[in-house]
C-alpha cells in the first residue's frame, strides 16, 4: 500500500525555533537572474559539488525536519527571497522584482500555491534583498512498495519571475528521506549558548573559510515583549561562523548587532486635511535616547548544519506595545578573512500579530545611492544597505553639538547639497553643516584670498595669500552634488515609495535642502516657525496642499514643478554660445569675441535677464614655480555688442 498523501500547505507568519534555514536554491535561471527570486530552506543542498543548487534535501527527524519528530514526513519551511547576494551568482546584480507565478507539483498531481502567493503579495514591487514568511510544505515519504522499501517523497516548485532585468524561470525541488530511526522515534538535538561577547567552540573539522552569508530568518515575540531572533551564519559554503557582539579579527567570527524598530503612522490633521506620514522609531536606544545596536542579549546555536542560530535581545519590548504595525530587525554583520572585510546588513519586516506587512518604507534604494558612492559606506565601512540606515536615522535623536538632526530625509538632503546649502551661502565666516565638533563638515563657508597669485585659495591671514593679496574673499567648500540638485528622479526612482517625494511634502524633507526656510509650526534648523515661508507657519497635513504631486505649468509650487531644472524646460526659449575669436598682447587685456542666441537660434540683443557673463583663461606653465604674476583667472567683464 502506498503512503503517499496529500502535501499540506500553511503559512507561518513569524519563524520561530524550530524552522532551520540554510540551504540557498537558485533554481536553475539564467546567470544574470538567478539571483533575483530565490528559495531558502532547511537540509542540505543538491547536486552536491555544485555552486548553484536544484533543491534541498532533508532525512525524516533530522534537525532540519521542521516537526523535530522521524514520523514519516519532512516538514519544510522554505521562504522565497528576492535579491540576494549570492556568491555563487556573481554576474547577478539587483533589479525590480515585479511578480511571481508559482505552481507546484507532486509527480503529476498538482499543489496548492496559495500559501506562496500570499507569502510574497507584501514585498511585491521590490528591488531590497528580502525574504517571505515561511511556507510549509509536509512532504511524506512513500511506500511501503510491494518489496516493503520506503522510498524518498519529493516536490517540484516552480517560480516565473518578473523583474526589470526579464525574467527568472526557476524550478526548486524539496525531497524528505527516508531517516535512519525507526518511524515513530526521536531525535535529541543540542545547543550552545553563546554569551554575548565571547565564542564557542564548533565541532571538530567545522572551521569557516572564505566569504560571508548572513540572512535574517524570522522573528519571534513572546507576549511579554522578549524578541528572539532566528538568523544563518556561515561562510560560502554554509560552514557555520561564530556570532559576537565584540569587535573580532578571529575568521572564526563574526560581529553581529541587531537592532529593531516599528513604522508608525503619523497622522497630521488640520482643518477637513489629513496627511499621513511613516515613519521608523526604533526600540533601541542609548542613554542619551539616541537608536542603537542591541548587544547585552544572547546567542543559541540552534543547527551546526543549517548554520543557524538565534538571539534574544537584552531589550524587552515596552507593555502594550502595537503588535499590528510593521516592525524591522536589521542587522549590521562584519567578517574578516585573510585581511579582506565582509560586511552584510541583512533586513527582515514583520507584524507582531501575524498579518503580513502592508506599510513599508522605501523612499530610494542602495542601488540608486550606488550609481555614485559604489559602495554605499559609513560608520567604519560595516553599513551599506539604506534599509539598515532608516532604522537608526530617525527623528528621535538630535547631535546635542550641533543641533542638527539624523532624521535620514532631512540628513542626506543636507549632506548632497552640503557647501550649496542656503545657510551655508548666506553666513557669515564659520558657518558650517556638521556633526560633533565640526571638524568633518559637509559644508562650511569659509575665507578665500582676494586679489594675488593665490586668488580665491582658502586663506586664514593675507599672508596665505602672496604680494597683493588679501584674505578678504569668502567661499563655500565641502560637499556638492555632481549634478543640479533638483534632479530629484537621480535619488527617487526605484524605491517601493519613491514617490513619497511628490506626494508626502514635510518639513523635514524639504527643509533639508531649502534649509534657510522652516514653513512648520516648530523650532526647526535654528529658524522660528514660518521663518522665510511665503504664508507662514503651516500645519504639515496642509504642505500638500499648495506642493501638488503633479505641475500645471513650469516652476509653478508644485513638487515637480519648483524643482524644473531651466536646461530641460520644454517652455524657456534657452540659449546658444558660440565662442568666435580671442586676442591679446602680453601685459595687456584680452578680448574675446563670442556670440549668443536664443534656443531658437534668433539674434539675443541685450543681455537682459542673463545672470552673468564670465571667461576662464590660463596660459602657458612656464613661471610655475615662485613668480607671482596671475595665470589662472576668472575674468569679469563688460560685453559690448558688435
Known amino acids: 500500500m502506498n503512503r503517499f498523501v496529500a502535501v499540506g500547505v500553511v503559512v507561518i507568519v513569524l519563524a520561530v525555533g524550530t524552522s532551520a534555514h540554510g540551504v540557498t536554491v537558485a533554481g536553475g535561471g539564467p546567470g544574470r537572474t538567478d539571483c533575483l527570486v530565490e528559495l531558502l530552506a532547511s537540509g542540505l543542498g543538491f547536486p552536491a559539488g555544485k555552486a548553484v543548487f536544484k533543491g534541498a534535501t532533508c532525512a525524516d527527524g533530522d534537525p532540519c525536519d521542521a516537526d523535530g519528530a522521524r514520523n514519516g514526513s519532512c516538514l519544510f519551511t522554505p521562504m522565497i527571497c528576492l535579491n540576494q547576494s549570492d556568491p555563487a551568482l556573481p554576474k547577478c546584480s539587483p533589479a525590480v522584482v515585479q511578480r511571481i507565478k508559482f505552481k507546484a507539483k507532486n509527480g503529476k498531481s498538482k499543489i496548492d500555491t496559495s500559501g506562496l502567493d500570499a507569502a510574497v503579495a507584501p514585498l511585491l514591487p521590490s528591488s531590497a534583498a528580502a525574504c517571505s514568511a515561511p511556507v510549509s510544505f509536509v512532504i511524506p515519504i512513500v511506500g511501503p512498495d510491494k518489496k516493503g522499501e520506503l522510498k524518498s517523497g519529493k516536490i517540484q516548485i516552480q517560480a516565473n519571475g518578473s523583474t526589470t532585468k526579464g525574467a527568472d524561470k526557476d524550478k526548486y525541488q524539496l525531497v524528505c528521506r527516508v531517516g535512519s530511526a525507526p518511524i515513530g522515534g526521536g531525535v535529541t538535538t543540542t545547543t550552545v549558548v553563546v554569551p554575548n561577547t565571547t565564542s564557542t567552540t564548533l565541532p571538530v573539522g567545522t572551521t569557516p573559510g572564505a566569504g560571508l552569508d548572513a540572512r535574517i530568518l524570522g522573528v519571534a515575540i513572546s507576549p511579554a515583549g522578549q524578541v528572539t531572533i532566528t538568523f544563518h551564519l556561515s561562510d560560502t559554503a554554509g560552514t557555520p561562523v561564530t556570532p559576537t557582539t565584540a569587535s573580532t579579527s578571529d575568521p572564526a567570527q563574526a560581529r553581529v548587532r541587531f537592532t529593531l524598530a516599528r513604522i508608525e503612522l503619523d497622522v497630521q490633521t488640520a482643518e477637513p486635511v489629513v496627511t499621513t506620514f511613516p515613519k521608523y522609531v526604533n526600540y533601541v536606544t542609548n542613554s542619551s535616547g539616541q537608536p542603537a545596536y542591541d548587544t547585552t542579549g544572547t546567542f543559541v546555536l540552534v543547527d ?6 538565534t538571539y534574544t535581545f537584552g531589550t524587552t519590548l515596552p507593555a502594550g506595545f502595537r503588535t499590528d504595525l510593521t516592525h524591522t530587525v536589521g542587522a549590521q554583520v562584519e567578517r574578516e578573512v585573510d585581511g579582506v572585510d565582509l560586511v552584510g546588513n541583512p533586513v527582515f519586516h514583520f507584524v507582531p500579530n501575524g498579518t503580513p506587512p502592508t506599510t513599508i518604507i522605501e523612499d530610494t534604494t542602495t542601488a540608486q545611492c550606488n550609481a555614485c558612492h559604489d559602495p554605499l559606506t559609513a560608520h567604519g565601512n560595516g553599513r551599506r544597505e539604506v534599509p539598515l540606515c532608516i532604522l537608526c536615522h530617525t527623528d528621535q535623536w538630535t547631535d546635542p553639538d550641533s543641533g542638527n538632526t539624523i532624521d535620514f530625509k532631512h540628513m542626506i538632503h543636507r549632506i548632497h547639497r552640503g557647501k550649496d546649502l542656503p545657510s551655508v551661502a548666506a553666513g557669515p565666516v564659520g558657518t ?3 556633526f560633533g565638533d565640526g571638524e568633518d563638515f559637509f559644508g562650511a563657508k569659509i575665507n578665500v584670498c582676494a586679489n594675488g597669485p593665490f586668488e580665491a585659495a582658502p586663506c586664514t591671514s593675507n599672508a596665505d595669500c602672496g604680494v597683493g593679496g588679501t584674505c578678504t574673499g569668502t567661499a563655500t567648500t565641502g560637499v556638492g552634488f555632481p549634478q543640479d540638485i533638483r534632479n530629484c528622479g537621480k535619488c527617487h526612482t526605484d524605491g517601493a515609495t519613491a514617490d513619497n517625494f511628490r506626494t508626502l511634502p514635510g518639513s523635514l524633507a524639504c527643509t533639508g535642502c531649502h534649509d534657510s526656510i522652516n514653513p512648520g509650526t516648530t ?7 514660518g521663518a522665510g515661508h511665503a504664508v507662514g507657519a503651516k500645519a504639515e497635513a496642509f504642505c500638500r496642499t499648495c506642493h501638488l504631486p503633479q505641475t500645471s ?8 514643478g519648483a524643482h524644473v531644472i531651466e536646461t530641460r524646460s520644454a517652455t524657456l526659449a ?11 598682447a602680453p601685459g595687456g587685456p584680452a578680448q574675446v569675441q563670442f556670440r549668443v542666441r536664443n534656443g531658437d537660434g534668433s539674434a539675443l540683443t541685450d543681455f537682459t535677464g542673463l545672470n552673468r557673463i564670465v571667461f576662464t583663461f590660463s596660459g602657458p606653465t612656464t613661471d610655475y614655480g615662485g613668480a607671482s604674476t596671475l595665470f589662472l583667472s576668472e575674468t569679469h567683464c563688460t560685453p559690448s555688442l558688435r
Open 574 to 584: 534657452g540659449l546658444q554660445g558660440e565662442l568666435v575669436a580671442a586676442s591679446g
Open 304 to 309: 551546526p548544519a543549517t548554520a543557524t542560530w
Open 432 to 434: 558650517k553643516y556638521a
Open 523 to 529: 523650532p526647526l534648523n535654528g529658524l522660528a516657525p
Open 553 to 560: 505649468v513650469e516652476f509653478d509650487l508644485s513638487v515637480p
